[in-house]
């Protein structure tokens, strides 16, 4: 569930470069090139960073879910982040670097697996 919805961000992060590369293409070809277009397509660097920082956000979201679930009596478990990330050779920065996606719903079964059973969390 929690890949499909980062799969989801990717592919309309993807389809909203393509756009924009095409409105920038239209730009340049009505008035050339010039030192100021109105219309910024994404650098690869700026598509890393906003995909670095959507990671690292839905990451903590998924820990933040796990550890309301599994409350007992309101009183939410402590999440070692480094270990679960450990455990389920979850890597932002590797994943990035690989060109690859980190697998968040790994990420959720490790977290399910450490902190015990829970109904109708998702």
């Known amino acids: 569930m929690f890949n499909h919805f980062i799969q989801t961000f990717i592919d309309a992060q993807t389809a909203a470069w393509r756009h924009y590369s095409a409105i920038a293409a239209t730009e340049k070809r009505l008035f050339g090139e010039t030192p100021d277009p109105a219309v910024r397509v994404a650098s690869t660097e700026q598509v890393i960073s906003e995909q670095r920082r959507t990671y690292q956000t839905l990451a903590t979201r998924i820990i933040w879910k796990a550890r309301t679930g599994f409350a007992t009596r309101s009183v939410r478990p ?5 270990a679960i990330f450990r455990l389920a050779g979850f890597d932002v920065e590797r994943s ?8 968040f719903d790994r990420l959720y079964a490790v ?3 450490q902190l015990g059973p829970v109904e109708d969390l998702l």
């Open 78 to 82: 402590v999440v070692d982040r480094a």
């Open 96 to 103: 990035l670097a690989l060109g690859e996606v980190p697998d």
């Open 111 to 113: 977290l399910q697996a």
